[in-house]
């Protein structure tokens, strides 16, 4: 059996129409791509003034430095007149003759030494001759200081006792000055001490150079109750 095509389902005879539909749809297609603008980006220009800071310039000055000053010449004076000068040559003569005197005379000058007076009224702790008591030393003092002290009848009935201590000046004359007392285990021992110390007799002065000076002791006195 043998097929036949219609006249409708032949796309040859169309051929000529689809033709111009692709071309309107082109020529469509380049006229809008032509009408077509983008958007204009502008772009801001910022105007950067530059500020020019005018600085005051400052003159740089230099002092002139003064030449250094010359060193000042010294002068020297001599005074003929305090200076006489000798020559090897010259003679020296003196009012003494030579001729006065024999070979054998010994020629002696004697000089004057005086002894200088102490006057310092600061008392000695020790001199070149210590002050004497009867003869004797600060021992012997102290043996006549014991003998004659008497025992206080208060610190008796107290039961008091101990070591005084005191303190005294032989003064150029001999005699007893200056009691301190340095150390005392009851006023009524310190008392008594004191007592005995002013009645004693004179001494034989310390002497510093030969001179009479003062001189300064410390003296202990016991004070024991004996049962």
């Known amino acids: 059996m ?51 800071v005018e600085e005051e310039m400052m003159e740089v000055t230099r002092q002139d430095q003064k030449p250094p000053e010359a060193p000042k010449k010294t002068e020297m004076k001599v005074i003929a007149d305090m200076l006489s000068i000798v020559k090897n040559d010259a003679k020296i003569t003196t009012d003494v003759e030579f001729a006065d005197f024999d070979e054998d005379t010994e020629i002696i000058q004697e000089v004057e030494v005086e002894e200088e007076e102490i006057v310092d009224d600061q008392p000695f702790l020790t001199v070149e001759t210590m002050p004497s008591f009867q003869g004797g030393d600060l021992l012997k003092f102290r043996n006549w200081v014991q003998s004659k002290v008497r025992y206080p009848q208060i610190a008796q009935e107290n039961g008091i006792s101990g070591r005084v201590v005191l303190s005294f000046v032989i003064e150029r004359d001999g005699s007893l000055t200056n009691i301190v007392v340095l150390q005392s285990p009851d006023r009524s021992l310190s008392e008594e001490a004191i007592r005995v110390l002013n009645q004693s007799p004179k001494w034989s002065p310390g002497k510093q150079r030969n001179q009479a000076v003062r001189v300064k002791y410390t003296l202990p006195v016991e004070f024991r109750i004996q049962n």
């Open 2 to 52: 043998e097929l036949k095509k219609t006249p409708k389902a032949d796309l040859q005879n169309k051929r000529g129409l689809l033709l111009e539909i692709g071309l309107v749809i082109s020529l469509a297609l380049v006229i809008g791509a032509f009408a077509y603008t983008p958007k204009e980006h502008r772009i801001e220009q910022i105007d950067q003034e530059v500020i020019v």
